[in-house]
Every structure is written in C-alpha cells, then in structure tokens.
C-alpha cells in the first residue's frame, strides 16, 4: 500500500477550511524568513498558498542574509505583541551568524505554531501535547488515516533531531508504541531497524535505508528529501526495492511533506481557537 500524503493533506485542508469557515474567526500566521536560500522560499511561499486556500491571512516577515540574532529577535518580539497574530513561524535552517536556540525561545509559546519552543516540547514530553512540531504531527495524522494502529508496535525511529526524531518518538510512544530512537551512533543500525513494526527515517541521506534493513510487513515513513548523484528529489528509503516487502510505504515527494503544511494550518487554527477563547496553559 503506497501512503498518499498528497491526497490526505488535500483532504485535511478541505475539511479544515469548513472548520474555519463555521468557527467565525479569521486566524492569522506570520512567517519570518532570513536570507534568500531557494529551498526556504519555495517552503515558505508554499505555507502562504496553504494559507489562502483554507482562509488564514498570512504576512511575511523577510530579512536580509547577513541580519543579526538581535534583528530578527526584534521581529519575533513585535509580532509576539501583536495581537493580530496567532501564529509565527520562523523559517529554519537560520544563517550561521544567527542564534537559532535563542529565536526559538524568543517566540512566544502561544504562538509557537512550529512546536519547537522547549515549553512545547516539554508538554509533548509530558504526555500532554498543545503545539506538536507539524511533520511528526503530520506523520500521525498520515497512520491515523491509514487507520495504522501504533499500540502495542515497535516503532524505531531512525533520527534525534528536535523538529522531527525527537518529538516523532514522542507522539509515538503517547500513542503506546514501544520506541527505539537510533542515531549516527547507534551500533549495527540494520539489525534495530528490521525489528520495526513501524519504521521512521529521518536521516537525510539519498536512499539510505535498503531493502535488508525493513522487517517484511513493516509500515515505513520516509521524512527525507535528498537529491540523488543524478540531481533527482528522492528520500532515505530506497523506495523500489523497500515497497515490495513493505506493507505500506510513503513515497517522497507526495508522502510525509504535504502533511507538514497542512499540520502547521491545523496548529494555526487551534492557536487563533486558544487566543479567541482566553485559553492560556
Ligand atoms: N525548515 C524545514 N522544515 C521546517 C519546519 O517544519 N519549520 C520551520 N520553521 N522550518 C523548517
């Protein structure tokens, strides 16, 4: 079974724009770009049009490359006092001279769209999630609608960074899944990843994850958006080889990253819900 995420993101928006429409508000998300890398643009004008077509206003904030942490932190802390906006998003990866770990603490917790905020995360922790980071997010939404149940399943997650292995592990082990977290050091990584009933790959590398290295039967998720030697978009999984013995498997493009989007518009909604009703944790 290939897992659409096209399909289940256009699905998501649709069902999240009547949401919107009947719910009377008008959310609102910002977005804070630094520098001009092409991948960033393309990302953050894709989250506008999301915007548009769900009815969120959107504003973009765009600094030039060489700005420093205090000029951007200036931006967060105007749009974290503005009460027109509910949700802000700054656009990672930030330039080198930019102190990422202070913009994301910067960013108002109520706003935090992108769950990234150590508040958030620590909520998610707990067992308790508000802003959940939206491509693990997405990715839950993605088995949820598969109707992939995750109780009671070993699921290894290949990957320790804090925008997705680390909050994936999470989500996955809130919703009763028995969690293995590898990682560049993870001894004979092959032999964990083949125990997986569920197999997240978040490593970033064209076609790291071979056909020996997946359990027959198992789910597999694929975050990674590499180029292979010949230029050509592709993910961690190789794909080809890995969809024979898997029993279902999310392709890239058109798997994990249009659930990305359409969870930062659900985390908008439900930060312009909070805000309107004076909900504050
Ligand atoms: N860059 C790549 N993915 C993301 C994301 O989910 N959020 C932000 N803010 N930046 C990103």
Redesign the pocket.
Known sequence: MIIDGKKTSEKRLELLKERIDESGLYPRLA?VIVGEDPA?QM?VRMKHRACERVGIASIAVELPGDATTEAVLEQVAHLNHDPDINGI?????LPRQVDTKTVIEAVVPDKDV?G?HPLNLGYLFSGEPRFV???PGGIMTLLDEYDIKCEGMHAVVVGRSI??GRPMAALLLNADATVTICHSKTRDLGAETARADILISAVGRARFVTREMVREGAVVIDVGINQDEQGNLCGDVDFDAVQEIAAAISPVPGGVGPM?IAT?MENTFEAARASACGRVR
Not at 89 to 93: D, F, I, K, N, R
């Open positions: 977005t960033s990302y998003l700054v656009q990672l990866p992108d990234f980071p939206c491509t925008d997705v990305t930062l």
